[in-house]
Structures are given as structure tokens and as C-alpha cells.
């Protein structure tokens, strides 16, 4: 299962712990609020690891960090240890 998908689930879940007295009415407690940040983040995880342009932003956007953190990592080295055969 995906994991964005079983947060979601958790999140909609916690709702049968907010239920008050009254049918159809929540409580205002931390559970309530903690729920709907969990639903609200859920959503938007699901809504970007589902959209292809998203995902290839993301992924462009790592690997470039990547590559310029490694250069910087390799630049700092002292030439003594970098060994070329």
C-alpha cells in the first residue's frame, strides 16, 4: 500500500475518536486538530506523488543539489587525497 494512501486512511480514521454526544458533531480536542493536519497533509502528498510533472521537478531538483554538493565535497578534499590512475 502507499504509503501516502495509509496516512490518509489513519488520519480519516481518527475521526471515530472526535465523535461527540451529538451524531454528526466533532470535538474541538487536540485529536480533532491533529487529524485534520494529518488529512491535510496526507491529501497534498497524494496529490503530488501522483503528478508526473511534480514528480520530474522533484526528482531534477535532488539531483542537481546532489551533484553540486558532491562537487563542492570533492573540491574541498586536499589533492593529497584524491588518487588518479
Keep these: 500500500m502507499d504509503s501516502s494512501v495509509a496516512l490518509l486512511q489513519t488520519a480519516s ?3 471515530r475518536l472526535m465523535a461527540g454526544s451529538v ?3 466533532i470535538k474541538d480536542s487536540t ?3 491533529v487529524s485534520a493536519f494529518l488529512y491535510y497533509e496526507a ?3 497524494a496529490k503530488l506523488t501522483t503528478n ?3 514528480k520530474n521537478l522533484f526528482k531534477t ?3 542537481n543539489q546532489i551533484e553540486k554538493d558532491f562537487g563542492q565535497y570533492v573540491d574541498a578534499q ?3 587525497c ?3 590512475e
Excluded: C, M
Design 13 to 15: 480514521g481518527l475521526e
Design 23 to 25: 451524531p454528526g458533531v
Design 31 to 33: 485529536v480533532a486538530q
Design 82 to 84: 584524491i588518487r588518479v
Design 61 to 63: 531538483t535532488i539531483f
Design 43 to 45: 491529501a497534498v502528498i
Design 52 to 54: 508526473a510533472e511534480f
Design 78 to 80: 586536499p589533492s593529497s
